[in-house]
């Protein structure tokens, strides 16, 4: 069970508090119209499934109802950093494997 | 009975305080202090199970939680029973019943013994894959044979009456284990003023120490136990916990131990007390000081009972007085073992033989073996045990310099008892969990935990370091390591001096090989619990077994509630070898929580019975209770189905609430909609966004319906929406969709649109909310308020402010019965009182109360739908016939108008909603049939589509229904069919699903 550090509340929590909300920095096109129904599956559907480094975005469900985003290791499920939805992460894939 | 292996003193049982207990119907008697395992060995109990697939009788091996054999079945009644008990665990108390797991008619004569002996050779690995696959149709009476012969133990038959219990722990150090390592652990994490948690499975701390003859600063070495458990105990933010199982180590220093409170010395836990307790704890540091378990060698016929691991049998002598045999023969690979016979010897009683494997033992334990007159075979391995029920005596046989063959002449010598040693194998179970691959230690012939990202130090037999004096020592350091991550300061911690022991250097050696090849030799047990033989893991390496994890599959080694802890080794030995590989290369497969069977009610703890899920009740739920009403869970609401009076039956009180409302005036509790106060300058815009319908020009005092759908353009939730000020609306959701609909609000606001100014809060239970319906509703309503609700002051799809009954309210002309309806909203503490008074008045009226079953009947005669019920999150508004819910031309483009326009979604004949009127008014279709446009088709049909809503309509007098069919909104009049399992065919015209008042002029009054 994760123990994770809400950006918000600044503290951490017991995951039971959060909710996982899928894939961090899935824009949603700002012309959805113009769209072709290729690119409009892409942005609903088509998400990354990486071993390794990944970006989250999770919700503190039963805290300050704030969405924010969690780079964790989907290995070792170590959560490298998290920061606000707005903000972009500082640990990425390459970063890593070039440590 | 008499305890004939009992000594006459030593041990840490107390012999004044007898206790009697049953096991397997007879009863014995056993002292304080003793495990069960220890109290059944002192009687002289041989056999305590039957195995798995053999059937084989099988005795205690070990004296702790590796014990492989002993699992029992306790409880003294069938409220209490627990299975899966290791018998080496479980404190024995007074009114201890327990029972083996398997053999049938008893443990003793037991029938599949038989069919253990015939058929050995019928039941390889791979048997249960092989045998048990066809014919397919068997496979559940196979499965019910196999559980039975299997001796998994059983679940209680009746409710557990005691009382378990859960507590969130945290703190700076968690030790896991209380040997010589966990102890030095504990008190220096303890002097420096940390906060520490120190749990051990035993029911007293000081592990190995307990049941060794070692010397401590020359004194005993549970004196220093005592002393430090002493100290441990005046520390407050020490929390000592004994009978303790840490059980299972999870993600960022989450560890989850079961607690035994009273189970150990109770069947029932005194009144109000906890029988056990579930510790969730997160710890900022780890020190895993397990220890280790020590390895049995695997030979022919090594499951006899009264073969054993020679620590268990030095335990059984020194910490509970118990020699569990008269006449033993030791085999061993390593000095270390050598205590065995030496505390058996000092018990009095006979040493027949130390068989060593390697040529040319020496050192500390061997010298004093010597001393003894001890007789030691060098170079020799006990090929066999002799015996069924209990062994009778041994072959020992010279072997070569690898171990691998046998070299000379075969002596016969009799005894009862065999013990073994291997080796010790580290206690890396828990290091496992979180994923933490181990490695292969050479110097100590084990794995020790590898690299984790956890917070996670060890320290003692967990890294191979076996004795006493580098167990202190690495206590120490370890402990001294975390408060250093911690920013603590360590203080002095003198540690007493361990003997000196000269330890000789230990031969790499698992499997002692037999006269005869493996595959013929008597059997060569490897995972006593599961049944997996030398034979079966190089037969698994010969049939193309290569990955260890496979044939642990294949074979089943280190399954179940045993998780490989003796065997694991000696069965990745064994494969290694056939493979012609290092252990190493072979790896090892790793071990998942739970580290021993847990109670399901430690894990419920209090969340059973009424507190297993919240219920949310409304400000009238005493009313409807005292009114009769059947409920329905909604969510975890509890909502009034139907309220039944005297003797009718629900149909019946169905047709009344109906007729009643449709007739005069019925009442709703509606308190349960999701109620959303949304605020904010940017508020109208937010809602153009998330609904499909235009909200720019929605005036104040106004309501509007509206549909919600995903990026995809599937309708999930609808509702109402009222203008409450210019910048302030309040949103109506589904009562179960209030908590998805917040959130979703959430996620868009604060993600994709930010710079919008608006505010979501929760008010569903600020408001009590009660559904007047009907064509006396206004009359009634105007009973209660002087405000002017008239036609003309008060239109459809308005809300006024007034005051209800003399409280203020938020009144809605809205309506989901398609009558003239008011929905009156009161601050939730009110909710009582006005209802209250509106059936005070309300009894001119013959003001009836309905449950959520007749609103779905109302509603779906005017072909309302319900998101959830009638809509499955594969359909659109068109789907729905709803395109007049939806706003194309909105300047923003709203969540779903991208995805309902995608080319599946605006293909022909996709299903559609529409009404469903079957030819026989008196056929209720039922709920979910399928629909077929030509019964007669060959099967499998092709299906059209299902029914989603199903009613019968006393208003209507026949039924009514809604479903989808494809292509069925431009199939109006034409035929669908419905054929069922019982035989019936069911026909039904396709039309509007408006089946009453098509023109809306009942709600328009």
């Known amino acids: ?99 | 009975m008499t305890q004939k292996n009992r000594l006459q003193d030593g041990g840490r049982i107390d012999r004044s305080k007898a206790l009697t207990f049953t096991y397997n119907g007879k009863k014995y008697t056993g002292f304080e202090g003793d495990t069960l395992a220890s109290a059944l060995l002192a009687n002289g109990v041989d056999i305590i199970g039957r195995s798995f697939k053999y059937s084989r009788p099988r005795g205690i091996v070990a004296a702790g939680a590796e014990e492989p054999n002993a699992i029992m079945q306790v409880g003294a009644t069938e409220a209490t029973q627990i299975p899966n008990v290791r018998a080496t665990q479980q404190s024995l108390y007074g009114g201890l019943v327990a029972g083996s797991t398997n053999g049938w008619p008893s443990v003793d004569n037991d029938m599949m013994g038989l069919v253990g002996k015939v058929g050995g050779k019928m039941m390889p690995p791979g048997f249960y894959y092989k045998t048990f696959m066809y014919p397919k149709s068997m496979w559940e009476t196979y499965e019910s044979f196999i559980r039975k012969a299997a001796g998994l133990g059983r679940a209680p038959k009746e409710n557990d009456p005691d009382i378990y219990d859960k507590m969130n722990q945290h703190c700076d150090v968690i030790i896991v284990g209380a040997g010589p390592a966990g102890l030095a652990a504990a008190l220096t994490a303890a002097r420096a003023g940390a906060r520490v948690i120190i749990a051990d499975e035993q029911n007293e701390f000081g592990g190995s120490l307990l049941s060794s003859t070692e010397l401590l600063d020359g004194k005993p070495a549970a004196e220093w136990v005592a002393d430090v458990v002493k100290e441990l105990s005046t520390y407050d933010d020490v929390l000592m916990l004994p009978n303790s199982q840490v059980n299972g180590y999870h993600d960022h220093n989450f560890l989850t131990i079961q607690q035994h409170c009273t189970d150990q010395f109770a069947d029932r836990a005194p009144n109000g007390q906890v029988a056990q307790r579930y510790h969730r704890v997160r710890a900022k540091w780890v020190v895993l000081a397990t220890g280790a378990h020590e390895r049995p060698l695997v030979y022919g016929n090594n499951d006899v009972p009264g073969c054993m691991v020679a620590n268990a049998v030095s335990t059984y002598i020194n910490r509970y007085g118990v020699v569990p045999g008269k006449n033993l023969v030791l085999m061993t690979s390593n000095n270390n073992a050598y205590r065995t016979a030496l505390d058996w010897h000092d018990a009095g009683r006979n040493v027949v033989a130390i068989v060593d494997s390697r040529k040319n033992p020496q050192g500390t334990f061997v010298d004093a073996a010597r001393e003894r007159g001890i007789s030691i075979m060098v170079g020799s391995g006990v090929i066999e045990a002799h015996g069924s029920k209990r062994v009778t005596g041994v072959s020992i046989a010279p072997l070569n310099d690898a171990g691998d063959a046998v070299v000379g002449p075969i002596i016969k010598m009799a005894a009862d008892t065999v013990a073994s040693s291997g080796g010790w194998s580290p206690v890396i179970h828990l290091s496992c969990h979180t994923g933490s691959r181990p490695v292969w230690n050479d110097d100590i012939l084990g794995f020790v935990p590898g690299t984790t990202y956890q917070k996670q130090l060890t320290a003692g037999a967990i890294n191979g370091s076996f004795t006493t004096e580098q167990a202190l020592a690495e206590g120490v350091s370890a402990a001294a390591d975390a408060l250093t991550h911690l920013g603590m300061t360590k203080k002095d911690v003198v540690l007493p001096k361990a003997e000196t022991i000269e330890e000789g250097k230990a031969m790499a050696l698992f499997h002692i090989p037999h006269t005869k090849p493996t595959s013929k030799a008597p059997k060569q047990f490897v995972d006593y619990q599961n049944d997996v033989t030398a034979s079966g893991i190089e037969l698994a390496c010969r049939e193309g077994f290569e990955s260890i994890e496979h044939v642990k599959r294949y074979t089943a080694m280190g399954f179940g509630t045993d998780q490989g802890k003796l065997g694991n080794i000696n069965g990745m030995a064994i494969a290694a070898k056939m493979l012609n590989q290092t252990i190493p290369q072979t790896g090892t497969t790793i071990f998942r929580p739970n580290y021993t069977p847990v109670t399901f009610g430690a894990i419920a703890g209090r969340d059973c019975g009424a507190l297993f899920d919240p219920e949310r009740y409304t400000a009238m739920h005493a009313w409807h209770v005292e009114r009769g009403a059947k409920f329905e869970d909604v969510g975890q609401w509890k909502r009034p189905w139907y309220y039944p009076q005297g003797n009718e039956t629900m149909q019946q009180a169905l047709d009344r609430e109906c007729l009643a409302t449709r007739k005069s005036v019925g009442i709703l509790d509606a308190s349960t909609l999701g109620k959303i106060d949304i605020q904010g300058k940017d508020a109208r815009e937010f809602l153009g966004r998330v609904y499909t319908n235009a909200w720019a020009k929605l005036p104040v005092g106004k309501c509007r319906y509206g549909l919600m759908c995903g990026e995809d353009g599937m309708v999930f939730d609808d509702g109402v929406t009222s203008c409450l000020a210019e910048n302030h609306f309040l949103m109506t959701t589904t009562s179960g969709g209030a908590a998805r609909v917040l959130s979703w609000l959430e996620i868009y606001h604060q993600t994709e649109w930010p710079e919008l100014e608006v505010f979501f809060t929760s008010v569903t239970d600020h408001w009590s909310t009660m559904t007047i319906s009907g064509p006396n509703s206004r009359k009634l309503l105007e009973k209660l308020t002087d405000y002017d609700v008239s036609k003309e002051n008060m239109a459809f799809m308005d809300w006024k402010p007034m005051t209800v009954a003399g409280v203020p309210a938020r009144v809605f002309r809205i309506s989901f019965t398609g009558e003239l309806s008011f929905e009156i909203n009161v601050q939730a503490n009110y909710g009582m009182h006005v209802w209250k008074a509106l059936f005070e008045h309300g009894e001119e009226f013959n003001l009836t109360p309905y449950g959520t079953e007749t609103m779905h009947i109302l509603r779906a005669e005017k072909g309302f739908i319900i998101a959830g019920q009638d809509t499955d999150g594969s359909v659109h508004p068109f789907d729905l016939g709803m395109s007049w819910a939806v706003s194309m031309q909105k300047p923003f483009s709203f969540i779903g108008k991208r995805g309902m326009q995608r080319e599946d979604c605006v293909r022909e004949n996709r299903k559609q909603l529409v009404g469903l009127k079957t030819i026989d008014p008196k056929a209720v279709l039922p709920e979910g049939a399928q629909g077929v446009l030509d019964p007669k088709a060959p099967i499998p049909m092709p299906m059209v589509g299902h029914v989603t809503s199903s009613y019968w309509s006393a208003n209507l007098n026949r039924s009514v229904a809604m479903g989808f069919v494809k292509g069925g909104l431009d199939k109006m009049g034409e035929r669908v069919f419905y054929p069922l399992a019982d035989g019936r065919v069911i026909e039904a015209e396709i039309c509007s699903p408006v089946f009453l008042d098509p023109k809306g002029e009942r709600q328009n009054v």
């Open chain 1, 1 to 99: 069970m994760f123990h994770i550090y809400c950006p918000h509340c600044c503290e951490y929590r017991e995951e039971e508090e959060f909710h996982a909300a899928g894939q961090s920095h899935i824009a949603r096109p700002l012309d959805p119209d113009a769209c072709t129904d290729k690119e409009w599956g892409e942005f609903m559907y088509f998400r990354a499934n990486p071993r390794g480094i990944h970006h989250e975005l999770w919700v503190h469900a039963a805290g300050c109802r704030k969405y924010f985003n969690v780079t964790r290791d989907t290995q070792t499920y170590e959560i490298n950093e998290v920061y606000k939805v707005g903000e972009q992460p500082t640990v990425v894939a390459n970063a890593i494997q070039s440590k």
